[in-house]
C-alpha cells in the first residue's frame, strides 16, 4: 500500500511472518527512535490482532519523521486492507484509511511567513 502524509512517502509490503518490520533496509526502532508517535506504525497491526503475524517491509522518503511515521501507518493500513478486505471495516472506523490532507500552507508575499505580517506601524 501506498501512505502519504505532508511531503513524505511510503511503500509498503505485507506477508506472512513472524512481526519484522523494515524501513529502508533496516529495522523500523532504528529508523524511528525514541520518538513520541513512534508506536503509531503498529497501530494498524495492533487493531486487527496481527502483531507478531506479519512481515512489513517498505521505503519512505521525503518529510520529517513524524510524516514518514504517519505515512508507513497508511501505508500498513492500505496494505493489510488489500491482504484480507474484512479488516477495511475495523481500520476505517479507527480512521486509519483516511489521508491526512493538512500540508504546509504557501508563505505569500508581503508577509513574513503564510500568516505572519511584519508589525504594524502606524506612523
Excluded: H
Amino acid at each position: 500500500g501506498t501512505g502519504r502524509r505532508k511531503e513524505a512517502a511510503a511503500r509498503v509490503w505485507v506477508k506472512d511472518g513472524s512481526g519484522q518490520i523494515y524501513v529502508n533496509k533496516k529495522p523500523w526502532e532504528a529508523v524511528f527512535p525514541a520518538n513520541v508517535n513512534r508506536e503509531r506504525v503498529v497501530e494498524p497491526l495492533e487493531l486487527t490482532e496481527l502483531t507478531g503475524k506479519m512481515d512489513i517491509w517498505c521505503t519512505v522518503k521525503g518529510g520529517g519523521v513524524s510524516g514518514q511515521i504517519e505515512a508507513v501507518r497508511l501505508g500498513v493500513s492500505r496494505a493489510l486492507q488489500n491482504y484480507d478486505p474484512a479488516y477495511r471495516p475495523v481500520l476505517k472506523n479507527a480512521g486509519l484509511l483516511t489521508r491526512d490532507p493538512r500540508v504546509v500552507e504557501r508563505k505569500k508575499y508581503g508577509r513574513k511567513k503564510a500568516r505572519k505580517l511584519s508589525q504594524f506601524s502606524k506612523r
